[in-house]
């Protein structure tokens, strides 16, 4: 149907996704492209100096990511955990910008929230596979399936934009966040009024923790386009991060009222109004996150603990039991259980909820000294005094740890070695608030 092109095209995905990417690789064939699929078209035989050779050969390079292909996908961490992916990307990314174009395509979903970036330079064809095959193909010098007639409208400086917007997004994909900034940056001086140039930059500042600089960028976004929702949310991370939990109430109030279900702007004014002991009202933001999104454990986890702080007991059990039946090994969650069974004068149970928080997360000394204490408790001081050991042993200055080794020490008839770990205490806590005051 449509005159093969001659730009060669490098198409490379996790292992994983080679099943889905061959559909990707068909459509692009049928669509007049010449591609090169590296988990078809390449032999094993010196796999690395045939992917070097095809993609210097190229002008194209299409990324095809999901959540096999980036690593922990979810709170903004990314990076390419496929070998082959990460190597073809790293020989990409030396290519001149001028000659080589490179291109994200979305397979699936990634559950990225709000904090993605986002354009028409990305592909999402896990929306509408034919269309978007339609327009990578356009833009690339093939055809569409679709419409015959159809033809590459983008004038020549937003297709110089949008590779090096493309460029910017794999780096960004890929973990490599100074770079990508880089990259924006550059993408700034060139064009300072896209909305989706200012959004993006200011995620990647967000992930480098230049809150400030973040802040800025989603202003001038905002600016641009006040309807979108995810510029306003992600003002608000930055402001939560440089401790201004009024300012980012309002920009989540702002998120909320243009995307009433945005779940995670919910979630996030929540916590701001906890830090704010607005603590009734951050469980009404709790209450509205777990009904849009009943499985997210976070929003079940600190209603816990507000309706512990409430002496709402009953309740804060209920709480932290969705949390623990959404994820097993949620240890801050069997952890604050353990803490409201023991207010309760529960011991036993208390201490099996210590004893999942520490199989969950071994390292946390706070499990294992409430896990003490609840032994105390129940007069079960040997074990409690293993209990403490295991707390100071992971951080050696708790004082508590070590004034309550001194009472179990005690309980046992073994009052030499209670006083000197009474004396621990001590020296450590007057040297702790000697530090204080100087400060």
Not at 34 to 54: A, G, L, Y
Not at 58 to 85: M, T, W
Not at 225 to 232: I, S
Not at 292 to 313: C, M, Q, T, V, Y
Request: aromatic share 10%; glycine share 6%; proline share 3%.
């Amino acid at each position: 149907m449509f005159k093969h092109n001659k730009n060669q095209i490098f198409l490379c995905c996790a292992e994983k996704d080679i099943e889905k990417v061959n559909s990707v690789h068909d459509g692009m064939k049928a669509r007049g492209l010449n591609v090169c699929f590296d988990r078809e078209d390449i032999t094993p035989k010196k796999w690395e100096s045939q992917i070097e050779n095809t993609i210097n050969k190229s002008r194209y390079f299409v990324a095809c990511l999901s959540k096999h292909a980036l690593q922990n996908p979810i709170g903004k961490k990314h990076g390419f955990q496929d070998y082959e992916l990460n190597k073809a990307y790293s020989i990409a990314q030396e290519r001149s910008d001028e000659k080589f174009t490179m291109i994200p395509l979305m397979i699936e979903d990634c559950d990225l929230g709000n904090n993605f970036i986002s354009g028409s330079y990305q592909y999402n064809i896990f929306n509408e596979f034919e269309n978007e095959l339609d327009r990578l193909a356009l833009n690339m010098g093939g055809g569409s399936l679709s419409d015959p007639n159809a033809k590459d409208e983008r004038a020549e400086d937003k297709k110089i934009i949008e590779g090096l917007m493309g460029k910017a997004a794999v780096t960004y994909y890929a973990g490599e966040y100074q770079k990508a900034i880089v990259l924006f940056e550059d993408i700034t001086a060139i064009d300072s009024g896209s909305y989706e140039v200012c959004y993006n930059k200011g995620v990647i500042l967000e992930i480098l923790d230049r809150h400030e600089e973040a802040v800025s960028s989603f202003d001038h976004a905002i600016n641009i386009n006040p309807d979108d929702h995810r510029a306003l949310y992600n003002k608000g991370v930055s402001l939560q991060s440089l401790d201004r939990p009024a300012d980012a109430i309002d920009a989540f109030n702002q998120a909320i009222k243009i995307n009433p279900d945005d779940y995670e702007s919910w979630y996030c004014k929540g916590n701001s109004l906890d830090s704010l002991d607005s603590l009734v009202d951050a469980l009404g933001a709790y209450d509205k996150v777990t009904t849009l999104k009943p499985d997210h454990e976070e929003a079940w986890n600190n209603k816990g603990i507000i309706f512990g702080s409430l002496n709402r007991f009953d309740e804060a059990l209920a709480a932290l039991d969705q949390a623990v039946k959404i994820n097993p090994n949620d240890h801050e969650a069997w952890y604050n259980k353990g803490v409201v069974l023991g207010t309760l004068n529960r011991h036993e149970e208390a201490i099996e909820a210590f004893n999942q928080a520490i199989k969950s997360k071994p390292d946390v000394h706070e499990a294992w000294y409430q896990k003490g204490i609840a032994l105390i408790k129940l007069n079960y001081h040997e074990k409690a005094l293993g209990a403490f050991d295991q707390a100071t042993s992971l951080k050696p200055d708790d004082y508590k740890s070590w004034y309550s080794i001194g009472v179990s020490l005690d309980n046992l008839g073994r009052p030499k070695e209670a006083i000197k770990a009474y004396d621990k205490s001590t020296k450590i806590k007057f040297s702790n608030n000697t530090e204080k005051s100087s400060d």
